[in-house]
């Protein structure tokens, strides 16, 4: 039986009984499985249990060895596969994706980026912190709807603080790199970083990005042209 024929053919009732077995140890080797047990389990009667085993094995997800007491059950390789598209299932519902993807397009900012990346005091972390001196001045990146609330995902993965200092005549802000690639012109490049400043002029639909490049050079970029950003938890370095 092909595995979409498989898929269609077995039901939500019979998974929670594959389930069962497998928290029994039926994913490793034959497990002895009492009907009634399982039945009260389900709470389902003796006869329904039975029938839904009897189901998983036509559907090849178990193996099954009927014994006077009750029956050795093995769970299957096409079975365990069951298993796991339900477990990736609940990890898209419950994890926090370790790759954050944001589409935009470049944008000119308001030409302060320039100044505040060239201040020493930003400038030695950058060195020391990130590996690279960077170009001065953040390519900013209006993104699309959807990256505004996708961004949110960024504050899970690894990041690079940069400390607030002051000179003798004021203080500046703290900020946050995330190490990314970027795709643009049909070409990938990295190392970049977004750099999300504590105290910045921008809301959530602006990013700003920083690298040891003119980016606008490198990648020949525009205003309005489309640039995806890939923030992923690994170290690009
Ligand atoms: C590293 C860094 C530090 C910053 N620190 C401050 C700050 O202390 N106070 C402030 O008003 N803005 C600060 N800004 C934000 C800028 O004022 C502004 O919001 C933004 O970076 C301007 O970028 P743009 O010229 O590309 O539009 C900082 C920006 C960067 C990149
Ligand atoms: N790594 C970088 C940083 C800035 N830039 C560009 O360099 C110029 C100076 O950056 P800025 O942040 O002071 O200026 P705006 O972003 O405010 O226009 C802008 O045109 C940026 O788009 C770049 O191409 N690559
Ligand atoms: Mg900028």
Request: proline fraction near 4%.
């Amino acid at each position: 039986m092909s595995e979409s024929v498989v898929a269609a053919a077995v039901g939500y009732d019979e998974l929670a009984t594959l389930k069962l077995v497998a928290l029994d140890g039926g994913r490793s080797g034959p497990v002895k499985v009492s009907c009634s047990g399982l039945a009260d389990r389900l709470g389902v009667s003796n006869q329904t249990a039975s029938r839904r085993l009897q189901r998983l094995e036509e559907v090849d997800y178990v193996e099954r060895e009927v014994v006077s007491d009750g029956q050795w059950i093995t769970i299957s390789d096409t079975g365990e596969s069951a298993l796991r598209r339900e477990y990736a299932d609940y990890r898209r519902i419950f994890e926090t994706p370790a790759v954050v993807v944001l589409d935009g397009e470049v944008t000119g900012g308001m030409g302060e980026g320039r100044h505040y990346i060239s201040l020493p005091g930003y400038m030695e972390q950058f060195t020391e912190r990130l590996g690279y001196e960077p170009f001065p001045g953040t390519l900013n990146v209006r993104l699309d709807d959807d990256a505004v609330r996708a961004r949110a995902g960024m504050s899970s993965l690894d990041a690079v603080p940069i400390d607030g200092w002051e000179d003798d005549e004021r203080t500046f802000g703290p900020a946050t790199c995330y190490a990314a690639v970027i795709e643009a012109s049909g070409e990938t490049y990295d190392p970049v970083h977004i750099i999300v400043p504590e105290r910045t002029h921008h809301d959530e639909s602006q990013l700003e990005i920083i690298a040891p490049d003119k980016l606008r050079d490198v990648l020949d970029l525009a205003d309005g042209d489309r640039i995806t950003v890939r923030v992923e938890e690994a170290d690009f370095e």
